[in-house]
């Protein structure tokens, strides 16, 4: 059942400091999209789970999907309701982490992370003949996928790609070798490159990798690889991708340094050149984001805890982002 949620005191201010979108449940790594004219989000469902909190995210116990839509970002929200239920994904035991969300050829397609029945995080994909969903998922994970934090990016020419990754409790650093390691290794040491998020694209039906998972590059400014210990800049989760004047702009979370960082490339497979922040840490540990453009405008979602304080239980906000004439993006600090 859909719930049209007025703002009032949710309301934003100008698109500036930002309250939340919704607080009828927690939201958290909202993926936004512009289908049918309208802003159609996907959000993971942040629930209280009593799972102990630990370091590998074991307390964000998520299990199902809601799809939710605005007209503008300062319309009032619409929640569609569930849309995907962990319980209706043959493949997945627990942990339905942030999704994202394509179109192509009419229908939709949700992308989602979840565990295994042997406890490794895989990626999922359902499809609708509605972005609102309900969505039915492949009976199967997609081949050869891992990791958490699915994003696809579709290109103007009608390509598709998937983009995935996240350090520690997503397990990426378990794929170094080429094939999972039971246990966590550390990080690469001092001086050697960092962890890079991984590309495919995707096959025209778009529930399969075409190819091999390649790495993303981020570069610094002199065009050398971003090390492990460059914690400010390097990637650690929650990539996203868009276009703006003709350049593929590749943003993603540095986690423990709690930025959202840019870098900007002249192919969707990058390299991609680091330029700075996006947006500055929020309150809560984890940060995860998406960038929209309506009516010639663009858009920031992500999320903070400013309704809980508590990490696990996360709320979705807007605030309209802004570009340099060079095309570099204006940091946003989203207290201010």
Known sequence: MKKILALSLLSLTALGQSKPLVSHMFTADPSAHLFQGKIYIYPS?????????DDLGSHFAMNDYHVLSQKTPASPVVDHGVALKLEDVAWASK??????????????YLYFPAKDKEGIFRIGVASSSKPEGPFKAEKEYMKGSFSIDPCVFKDKDGTSYLYFGGIWGGQLQRWKSGTYGATDESQPANGQPALMAKVARLDANMKQMAEAPRNVQIL???????????????FFEAAFVHQYQGKYYFSYSTGDTHNIAYATGTSPYGPFTYQGVILKPV?????????????GKWYLYYHDVEISGKTHLRNIKVTELKYRPDGSIETIDAYK
């Open 220 to 234: 610094d400014a002199n065009g050398k690889i971003l090390l492990s210990e460059d914690h400010d800049r390097r």
């Open 283 to 295: 309150k809560g540990w984890t940060n995860h984001h998406s960038i929209v453009e309506q009516n």
């Open 45 to 53: 469902h942040d629930i209280d789970a009593g799972v102990k909190e």
């Open 95 to 108: 942990m339905l982490w942030a999704p994202d969300a394509a179109e192509s050829k009419g229908t939709y």
